[in-house]
């Protein structure tokens, strides 16, 4: 990960953005947590954050099973990002993990150097809220985390053209057929990173009512979570 000028030897925190600003004046700190096993980036990184204002590292741990156990003695993150390849495990591994005992409780955002569709088919299939090649600058990990934890997913153009291709489009060729234009018209306000509320309000329906409808598209296009309907758009 490198900041905004190519330079990724020294990480300094810039001027507060609006999002900061907006963490601020909220008094809203998002806790974060690191899952990766080279030591040297996950210090680097880890050390970053906590210098940005509104952020609140947890802990940084380098294999799936200290990821578990600070997360049954520990304060739970909002945030969790979690590295795709570690020595003999496997990120999506850890995020099924916790998907299965802790359910959307955090938002999970999958890292990698790698740059194929398979990978980030995976990360996202596998329950992620977002997948970000380690490659990114500085600045876009800093709206990726606020982002995600804002609106339950964090989606760019890059894990857009990757899952987008041909797996993707077999699996869920069929699925468009299958929604209602209701549907459709929630799916555009998610996203619009609309509120269920707001778009209840739009499609004159309660906030239950749009819950309900949210299970039905996860489960018509066999999405696991925001992200993937994000993905499927």
Not at 215 to 224: C, T, V
Request: charged residues 25%; hydrophobic residues 40%.
């Amino acid at each position: 990960i490198r900041n905004s000028r190519g330079d990724s030897s020294r990480l300094k925190p810039k001027f507060l953005s609006i999002f900061d600003i907006k963490a601020i004046l909220l008094k809203q700190i998002i806790k974060i947590a690191l899952v990766d096993d080279h030591k040297v980036m996950r210090s680097a990184l880890a050390n970053y954050l906590k210098g940005v204002p509104g952020f609140k590292v947890l802990f940084d741990v380098g294999t799936l099973s200290d990821m578990q156990s600070r997360l049954n003695w520990d304060d739970k993150p909002d945030v969790l990002l979690m590295d795709y390849s570690m020595k003999n495990e496997k990120g999506p591994d850890g995020i099924i993990y916790i998907r299965e005992t802790l359910g959307d409780e955090m938002s999970i955002l999958g890292l990698s150097m790698h740059q194929d569709p398979r990978i980030v088919n995976e990360v996202i299939e596998s329950g992620a809220n977002g997948y970000l090649f380690k490659g990114i600058d500085i600045d876009e990990m800093e709206r990726a985390i606020r982002s995600v934890h804002l609106n339950g997913f964090y989606i760019n153009e890059f894990t857009k053209s990757m899952v987008n291709g041909e797996h993707y489009t077999k699996r869920h060729q069929n699925a468009a057929d299958m929604l209602t234009s209701t549907e459709k018209s929630i799916i555009v306000g998610i996203c619009k990173e609309e509120s269920s509320e707001d778009i209840g309000a739009k499609l004159n329906l309660t906030l239950n009512t749009i819950k309900t409808y949210r299970k039905k598209i996860l489960r018509k296009i066999g999405a696991k979570n925001t992200a993937g309907v994000v993905v499927y758009a």
